[in-house]
């Protein structure tokens, strides 16, 4: 099987490497990314090829592509940021025989982006819950049409020890208004109202929150202001902080029942 990845930044080249390394059969893979520089080097360090975005195929060694080379790919793979996936499943979707599948964050428009562009092709949306260091993890799927290429990659992913489990676009997206908007404004808000403090005052609660900001902060600015965009969810945060920090004694102690009586079995409904 040859797979094109479009886009050669972290995720892309995560899952190039998952591919190559883990799939049921052997797998080719190429590599399309604006910067050039980015797909040469993802291509190099897996032995693949680069794909020029004008549709000129090169190798590694920058030499143009034989016209075999430059042919299309079983499965088209887009690893892109959130704000150009609509546009990256249009523009190559053609290069895709067999399927085309995302890995970008988000579902519900990728898909019906997929549907518009590829009705006769396997179609699916996976979404890796964790950076390429921190695999194994949480991966939920999307099936729209499933096929042996997109059966493939799913055994790939579970492979490497991911648990894959299967969702629909709605509920994963409403998730992620939790698990990663509100998450993050959450955290990146402490940030900033957080004053600097000698490590020794630190409590069980504040130093595990510290953690994540530096955490959230050592990551790309970009990717989490994507997901500011795509999903809502910060509001809520901060109209429920101007909720507890106007509350007298009384209203506090009411929000914090109402938080405690929520309880676990809310925040893990599905484990």
Do not use: K
Request: proline share 7%; with cysteine; charged share 25%.
């Amino acid at each position: 099987m040859d797979a094109l990845v479009v886009g050669a930044g972290a995720m892309g080249r995560w899952l190039g490497q998952a591919l190559r390394d883990d799939a049921p059969r052997s797998v080719s893979v190429a590599f399309v990314d604006p910067d050039r520089s980015a797909a040469h080097e993802a291509a190099d360090a897996l032995g693949g090829r680069v794909v020029d975005p004008a549709g000129e195929d090169t190798n590694t060694d920058g030499e143009e592509a034989t016209a075999a080379e430059a042919d299309t790919f079983d499965v088209v793979c887009i690893a892109v940021p959130l704000p150009a996936v609509s546009d990256a499943i249009a523009a190559y979707t053609p290069r895709a025989e067999r399927a085309i599948v995302d890995v970008t964050g988000q579902m519900a428009a990728p898909l019906a982006a997929m549907r518009e562009h590829a009705p006769d092709r396997e179609r699916a949306s996976f979404h890796p819950l964790f950076a390429p260091e921190s695999e194994p993890g949480n991966v939920p799927v999307v099936v729209d049409e499933n096929g042996p290429a997109v059966a493939a990659i799913r055994d790939t992913l579970a492979a490497r020890d991911n648990h894959v489990f299967e969702t629909t676009a709605a509920e994963h997206d409403e998730a992620m208004e939790t698990v990663q908007a509100r998450t993050h404004a959450a955290i990146l808000a402490f940030g900033l109202a957080a004053e600097p403090v000698d490590p020794a005052f630190h409590t069980t609660v504040s130093e595990p929150l510290a953690d994540l900001v530096e955490q959230v902060t050592g990551g790309e600015p970009r990717v989490y202001a994507d997901v500011q965009a795509a999903f809502d969810g910060a509001e809520d945060v901060a109209a429920a902080a101007e909720e507890i920090a106007a509350a007298d004694s009384d209203t506090f102690e009411g929000i914090y029942r109402q938080i405690e009586e929520r309880g676990p079995s809310t925040w893990e409904q599905n484990r």
